[in-house]
Antibody
């Protein structure tokens, strides 16, 4: 079965960077886009960006451009999200997710979700 | 403020039917497929409807999606207490080259 397993919770100071991993299993990693979504406490879903694991092509939400980098290591079926220059407003649960059903031109719909990684930013 | 507009909350009695709207524009809903997700507190969202009106395997046919112009609607019939959750719509926005989520609608049964 498809699984996306994310790295554990992180606590960071303002100005620092965080890198969250997402290890996929149960399918061919390079065949489906990975999308990152975040959710602050009590708030809605916010799209961060997406990556095509085959080509490495990426797309980012405007508000994160220049501050987020999405990468992958296909040898271990793992995607990464690095967010830099953290502020308290970046405190949220970060989800990695996989598009589907089937191959898609755009990074929707999201068929499978990771368990989420809590990132807390505090001085 | 979300590009896709949803009512913050809806409520209905068990057994009844409820609809949740999602309003957008030609750059998103008007020319791209809509998907719907539901989320229980403390858990990751789950795909409920995709390509406007398709259900993933395992989703009961009590849930249905439709779209007209720049608005989409999620309908739930035969409401159950277990349906209480927050529902989100989503669509690709071609002008922004970005995924847009609605602000979410909390359903109370």
């Amino acid at each position: 079965q498809v699984q996306l397993v994310q790295s554990g919770a992180e606590v960071k100071k303002p100005g620092a960077s965080v890198k969250v991993s997402c290890t996929a299993s149960g399918y061919t990693f390079i065949n489906y886009d990975i999308t990152w979504v975040r959710q602050a406490a009590g708030q809605g879903l916010e799209w961060v960006g997406w990556m095509n694991p085959n080509s490495g092509n990426t797309g980012y939400a405007q508000k994160f451009k220049g501050r987020v980098i999405l990468t992958r290591d296909t040898s271990i079926s793992t995607a990464y999200m690095e967010l830099r220059s953290l502020t308290s407003e970046d405190t949220a649960i970060y989800y990695c997710s996989r598009t589907g059903p089937g191959r898609r031109i755009v990074p929707l719909p999201v068929e499978y979700w990771g368990q989420g990684t809590q990132v807390s930013v505090s001085s | 403020q979300s590009v896709l507009t949803q009512p913050p909350s809806v409520s209905a009695a068990p057994g009844q039917r409820v609809t949740i709207s999602c309003s957008g524009s030609n750059s998103n809903i008007g020319n791209n497929d809509v998907s719907w997700y539901h989320q229980l507190p403390g858990t990751a969202p789950k795909l409920l409807i995709y390509d406007d009106n398709k259900r993933p395997s395992g989703v009961p046919d009590r849930f249905s999606g439709s779209k007209s112009g720049t608005s989409a609607t999620l309908a739930i019939t035969g409401l159950q207490a277990a349906d209480e959750a927050t529902f989100y719509c989503a669509a690709w926005d071609a002008s922004l080259s970005a995924v847009m989520f609605g602000g979410g609608t909390k359903l109370t049964v």
